[in-house]
């Protein structure tokens, strides 16, 4: 037999197991209606293979849980802090730290420090957190992404970019000084894990160096991006992973983390910065909600496990069989006619519910429904990233209507195998097969900020 092409494998062996429960379908239907047909809704308990996200669900190296076991747990100048900021400086680049217990910490920080009332932040397609801290703090969000993203069938290869023309008619209608920093996601985590090329992050530069604009990243999946760079940007396919991500967030003031994604730790947040006065804000801001800023609301064990997950993060044999895993479900999916956003992105599978349920109107929430009939038919837990997500529009209170009606499979880094892979592509198949059985729901409970994590849902008779 001659063998066509060599597969790859996962670089690391498995040393503790997690057993993982079995349910019938009868107990999935039970447990979907008491959780209100919402899969944040669920108990872990009750969930078999759980892709509902890909934050802080990381198995952590025997690297990392060596050095939980070195946690300096001193309220003051905990060593850990120490070589945490080692290791920021040395693989984003930036001189200035301050941890934070996740990402959203960071970001309500950033934000009450750059935006005031009245401000516009143009950004990269919005994420949920992120606006929200944005708009909490007086600013309206402005979507200046390339058309691109917003069609899950273009297979642009970096849909994450943004559009010059979109910025600069913002530029003109609300001027410079209510544009505080235009804000840039790597990968695009609503688009579907989309990345942004280092040529347009250049050319964003010079645009924004020419108007006085700051340059913030949300660097969360920064490292993901950078595989992307590495593996379609002209130039880049020589370069380490390091090398891409350093020089990619030398473009930007700063920056804000969710660690809980590329640096592979279950809890943790950062903000970097080259600008001394935003990190200053920053470490007096930092005091009032998070903690002391050598710690930021984490352990100093978290700090150890979140500086190694750094080191390991940009192993170019960790992210190709990270996003390798993400590529093989999705190509078996591709193969099945199954509608998915393309080209597939760094950190999940993201369903078309809007093509995968056509005959549900938005209104009705085909995204969240589909999740809720996945769930019921293997016990695979995803997430809604439609209507729903986008939650209302705050001057007329309708909802937003996003383009992009999608249900997110998110593959936790080291977590499963190809075989969990198999029975999660059969049952999407399976759910595919009925789709057409079908019915749509109506929504019970809406709460005020981010209504995804806790609305509650009916199913349509
Ligand atoms: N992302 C995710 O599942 C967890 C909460 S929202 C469902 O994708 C980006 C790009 C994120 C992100 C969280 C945060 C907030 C900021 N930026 O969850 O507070 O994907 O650590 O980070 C989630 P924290």
Known sequence: MKIKKRSWAEPFKIKVVEPLKMTSREDRLKAIKKGGYNTFLLKSDDVYIDLLTDSGTSAMSDYQW??????????????????????????????????????????????????????????????????????????????????????????????????????????????????????????????????????????????????????????????????FIKTREKGYANKTIAEILKEFCSYFEGIWVSAKKDCLVNIGGLLATRNWKVFEEARNLVVVYEGLHTYGGLAGRDMEAMARGIEEMVELDHIKARIGQVEYIGNLLIKAKVPIVK??????????????????????????????????????????RGIVSAGRNKVTGDHNYPKLELVRLTFPRRVYTQAHMDVTFESIVEVFEKRKSIKGMKMIYEPKYLRFFQARFEKLK
């Open 66 to 227: 060596a050095g939980m076991m070195l946690g300096d747990e001193a309220y003051a100048g905990s060593k850990n802090y120490y070589n945490l900021e080692d290791n920021v400086k040395k693989y984003y680049g930036f001189k200035y730290l301050v941890p934070t217990h996740q990402g959203r910490g960071a970001e309500h920080i950033v934000s009450k420090i750059l935006i005031k009332k009245g401000d516009y932040i143009p950004g990269n397609m919005y994420f949920t957190t992120t606006r929200l801290h944005q708009e909490l703090a007086g600013g309206t969000f402005v979507d200046v992404i390339i058309d691109e993203a917003h069609d899950p069938d273009n297979l642009h290869p970096f849909k994450g970019n943004i559009d010059l023309n979109k910025l600069d008619k913002l530029v003109k209608e609300v001027g410079v000084k209510k544009i505080p920093y235009v804000s840039v996601a790597a990968t695009v985590n609503m688009a579907g894990g989309q990345p942004i090329s280092i040529q347009n992050v250049k050319e964003l530069k010079v645009f924004c160096d020419k108007h006085r604009i700051k340059m913030w990243c949300d660097a969360t999946r920064a490292v993901e991006n950078a595989y």
């Open 343 to 384: 080209p597939i992105g760094g950190h999940a599978i993201f369903l078309n519910a809007k093509k995968f349920l056509s005959h549900i109107p938005q209104t009705q929430f085909p995204a969240q429904t589909l999740a809720a009939e996945i769930y019921i038919d293997s016990g695979v837990r995803t997430m809604e």
